[in-house]
């Protein structure tokens, strides 16, 4: 039975694919099968042939090491680097709830833990048309998945940490714990941001990534044990 995780941020650019890479290849060391998987990412180019290249998942791929072929890791990839609903909008290709939940369980059946990350924070719009208004709680919710919350280690973390996991808890969406990204150790504020945020949150502090950093600093089994059987559909 395969099991997996959701990685959600507390915004953009707090290096949640990052994380997630380190994540996933940290998980390599359990010598199990891993995969990776996104609903919907945003800002890719293209390639030689004119397809559009999944940025994120040939990051986390290439980082980890893994083996899974790259167009089963992301059923909705476009070019506009703006928010999936509008980048879904101007390029004619809404996400379907149902596609979405039809890939993520196809790499279920091949591999034993599936990492799942996110688009931008818990509040990110999928879609927004006269057909669907999709979240991207949604599609945690649809896949029946608990999170890590990523977020910065730096200026302002208190409040979009405490924010997002009071959001996630209202809206019963369980988390594991959270990871800083971005941290140095010794800086005085940093040190007491993480400690505010766990104690506001009563989340534990899953691990402190700092710069430049090739491998997490987590047990391997530790992170296995975050991950929940997947409920096939």
């Known amino acids: 039975m395969s099991k997996a995780l959701f990685v959600t ?8 694919t990052y994380v997630t890479a380190l994540l996933v290849k940290k998980l390599q060391e359990t010598g199990k099968t891993n995969a990776y998987y996104k ?10 042939d004119g397809a559009l290249l999944p940025g994120d998942a040939l990051f ?10 790259a167009d089963t890791m992301c059923p909705y990839v476009y070019r506009q680097a703006v928010s999936p609903h509008l980048a879904a909008r101007l390029e004619g ?34 879609r927004w048309d006269e057909q669907h208004h999709l ?44 990871i800083f990204n971005n941290y140095h150790p010794g800086n005085t504020m940093e040190e007491d941001n993480i400690a505010m945020c766990a104690q506001l949150t009563g989340l534990p502090v899953l691990a402190k990534v700092q710069p430049g950093d090739t491998e997490l600093s987590m047990d391997a089994g530790v992170l296995a044990n975050l991950y929940d059987e997947v409920t096939m559909q």
């Open 9 to 16: 941020g507390t915004g953009t650019d707090v290096g949640k």
């Open 39 to 48: 609903a919907a990412m945003s800002g890719n180019e293209q390639g030689p």
């Open 60 to 69: 986390v791929k290439n980082t980890a090491g893994l083996s899974q072929p």
């Open 93 to 126: 290709c809404p996400v379907d709830p149902a596609a979405v939940q039809a890939g993520f369980q196809a790499v279920c059946v091949d591999y034993d833990f599936v990492t799942v990350e996110g688009s931008g924070g818990i509040l990110c719009p999928l």
């Open 135 to 178: 979240w991207l709680e949604d599609i945690v919710r649809m896949l029946g998945l608990s999170s890590v919350l990523v977020a910065d280690s730096g200026l302002g973390t208190i409040n979009s940490v405490v924010l997002t996991a009071h959001y996630m808890h209202s809206r019963e969406l369980p988390v594991k714990g959270i």
